[in-house]
């Protein structure tokens, strides 16, 4: 069986990127950092790895908590989400993706951090760190 690929890039263009299979973990983040970064619950998915096809020098990172191995990195150009690192794996921006079939999020994480606004699937289960 061939592994399905998806792509993704941001805004402008000068970043692209793939992810070959399917994810470990695909999910709805609730965290403050996620939000104030989208602007709304972000939908992450988790790989072991995240292939640069461009524009991998060109982005901004940031470490909310030094030493912590979760860096978030942005388009230097359009300041759009690329992917972010953790010491597990590397995220990818679900909502940005093309090709294959649709990722959907199986749970909630980080509810006890969600916002105000913040909608919740009840159906799916809800967990206060990656699960
Ligand atoms: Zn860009
Ligand atoms: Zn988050």
């Not at 988790?46 to 990172?61: C, F, M, N, Q, R």
């Not at 994480?109 to 916002?115: E, L, Q, S």
Request: proline share 7%; with cysteine; glycine share 12%.
């Amino acid at each position: 069986m061939t592994e399905v690929t998806r792509t993704w890039s941001c805004m402008c263009g000068a970043f692209e990127a793939k992810v070959i299979g399917d994810p470990a973990l695909a999910c709805w983040c609730h965290c403050q950092s996620c939000r104030k970064q989208t602007g709304a619950a972000m939908q992450l998915g988790v790989w072991s790895d995240v292939e640069i096809v461009k524009g991998g020098d060109d982005l901004i990172g940031f470490e909310k908590t030094p030493g912590s191995g979760v860096i978030r990195n942005s388009c230097a150009k359009c300041g759009s989400f690329c992917y972010k690192i953790l010491p597990s794996g590397k995220v990818a921006p679900l909502g940005a993706l093309e090709g294959g079939p649709t990722v959907k999020p199986t749970c909630h994480i980080f509810v006890a951090d969600k916002g105000d606004q913040d909608v919740m699937f009840p159906e799916l289960p809800q967990h206060d760190a990656f699960p």
